[in-house]
């Protein structure tokens, strides 16, 4: 069986970092995706798709340290569903990609607003294979 996912869009917003009680870096942000159609009047119509992203340890640090908001990234990933109670009692849902591998599209000064701006120009993308995370690490 395969669960892979493959995405490439810009962050809506620099990412939210958080630690979990071992101490392991988790990052979250969300990128958009988008595609572009023409209606049956002939207007070319844009529709974006939202997409929630998860990264830990190492992979976490660099997006934190060097994504921002409008940021283009390519993201590899594997597509989790979680499920949880909220305090209210109702029954909620996620979707989200948990991230193995970023890169990032674009060189220093071309993104939007944000900390990717900082990057020096000698690295213009940061890889991270599926090594620097672990299957069993807590949500």
């Given at each position: 069986m395969v669960n892979k996912v493959i995405l490439v869009g810009r962050l809506g917003a620099d990412?939210?970092?958080?630690y979990t009680p071992d101490g392991t870096m988790v990052v979250n942000f969300r990128i958009a995706t988008?595609?572009?159609y023409?209606?049956?009047q002939g207007?070319?119509?844009l529709k974006a798709e939202?997409?929630?992203?998860?990264v830990f340890g190492k992979l976490a640090?660099?997006?934190g340290s060097y994504l921002g908001k409008g940021r283009l990234v390519f993201i590899e990933g594997r597509l989790q569903t979680r499920t949880w109670d909220d305090k209210d009692g109702n029954k909620r849902s996620t979707t989200e990609i948990i991230a193995g591998n970023m890169?990032?599209?674009e060189p220093r000064g071309q993104s939007g607003s944000g900390k990717g701006q900082d990057m020096p120009m000698n690295e213009p993308s940061i890889p991270y294979g599926e090594e620097?995370?672990?299957d069993d690490i807590p949500f």
């Open positions: 990412p939210e970092v958080r988008d595609e572009s023409k209606n049956k207007e070319k119509v939202w997409h929630r992203i998860v640090e660099i997006c890169q990032m599209l620097s995370i672990t």
